[in-house]
């Protein structure tokens, strides 16, 4: 009977320390999140990097407000490339000159180019990412284009040319998809072993 009354609290005690180690780590992810602002990406716009800026980033209030807004930019980004009726691999490498797209952690949305386009062009292309941001409930969005380099054809020898696209729009995503898979990953092993020795030292205890 003591062992059938004590069993629950420390079943209890192991969803306790569970929760709070994954709670923690939430916290510590949002933490990463940049303090980004209006200010922030005007700072960007005059980077001697930048080619042009389009759009406009909207003022922040919490972390949770940017975290929400890097996933909006995600999912922008990855509407302009599914989108049929863009047809944006048309405009990617090797078919153009855009080597690498998708978004910034510090809150925008990025074109990088291998060499300087024509105005027209630019404005073409941000057309069609503001008109998936528009879907997606945000105006003026804010996007820049900048100078990258062509992708080298060493690292791309094993991939198939579908991968490569694909690769030329996840390569900036990379840190918020890691965050992302930390905060909702499964508690560390370190836990699961910490807590199994804990529990065999109470069997055999009783």
């Given amino acids: 009977m003591n062992v059938i009354h004590k069993l629950p609290l420390f079943l209890l005690i192991i969803l306790s320390i569970m929760f709070t180690g994954t709670t923690a780590s939430g916290e510590n992810q949002k933490d990463k999140i ?10 960007v716009k005059n980077d001697s990097n930048t080619i042009a800026a389009y759009g406009k980033m909207p003022s922040f209030k919490s972390i949770e407000q940017r975290q929400d807004w890097l996933t909006l930019l995600q999912n922008v980004s990855d509407g302009v490339r599914d989108n049929p009726s863009f047809n944006f691999s048309e405009y990617t490498y090797p078919n153009g000159h855009v080597v690498g797209y998708g ?33 997606n409930g945000v105006t003026e969005v804010p996007l820049i ?19 490569h696209e694909n690769s030329t729009n996840q390569h900036a995503e990379t840190n918020q998809q890691n965050s992302k898979g930390k905060a909702n ?9 910490g807590l199994s020795g804990l529990y065999l030292a109470y069997r055999i205890g009783h």
């Fill in 34 to 43: 940049p303090n980004f602002s209006p200010e922030s990406f005007n700072n």
């Fill in 103 to 135: 978004y910034d952690i510090n809150g925008y949305l990025f074109v990088t180019v291998d060499k300087d386009l024509e105005k027209s062009l630019m404005d073409y292309i941000y057309g069609m990412f503001n008109q998936q941001a528009q879907a």
């Fill in 185 to 193: 990953s499964i508690p560390d092993f370190s836990i699961v072993f």
């Fill in 145 to 163: 284009f900048n100078r990258g380099e062509v992708p080298q054809l060493d690292l791309l020898t094993e991939e198939s040319p579908s991968n």
